[in-house]
């Protein structure tokens, strides 16, 4: 082989090898792109957290500071609902009550008259 045809064979495998560096460089750069794309997703990704986080805090809070105080305030007040209608009930029992024994007491008195009645 001439020393021309080495030089030409040689200047071939370097173009190549320049050609692949090129290629590689390419790649390179479209995974420093990919790169920069997934970072910046991440970002989002880390300020959609930041915002859940915040959004969850804030509805402990209200739950801890508005929501327990007032359903206790609200059971509290059921309960005296309760106690009350307990009373209620409790009057409207013994009204029956008095009810059933004036009935029974005026017809006891009924049959008075009309054993007086028959007496006199």
């Not at 050609?19 to 750069?29: A, H």
């Not at 305030?73 to 209620?88: P, Q, S, T, W, Y």
Request: charged share 40%; proline share 1%; net charge negative.
């Amino acid at each position: 082989m001439l020393e021309s045809e080495k030089l030409d064979l040689i200047l071939s495998e370097m173009r190549d090898i320049k050609d692949e560096m090129q290629d590689m460089k390419g790649e390179m750069r479209d995974i420093r792109d990919e790169m920069q794309d997934m970072k910046g997703e991440m970002q989002d990704i880390k300020d959609e957290m930041q915002d859940i986080k915040r959004r969850t805090t804030n509805i402990e809070l209200t739950l801890e500071n508005e929501t327990n105080p007032n359903i206790k305030i609200i059971a509290e007040g059921h309960l005296d609902l309760n106690r009350k209608l307990d009373n209620v009930l409790k009057v409207e029992n013994e009204k029956e009550l008095l009810l059933i024994r004036v009935n029974t007491i005026e017809n006891e008195l009924h049959r008075v008259k009309e054993h007086i009645g028959g007496i006199a």
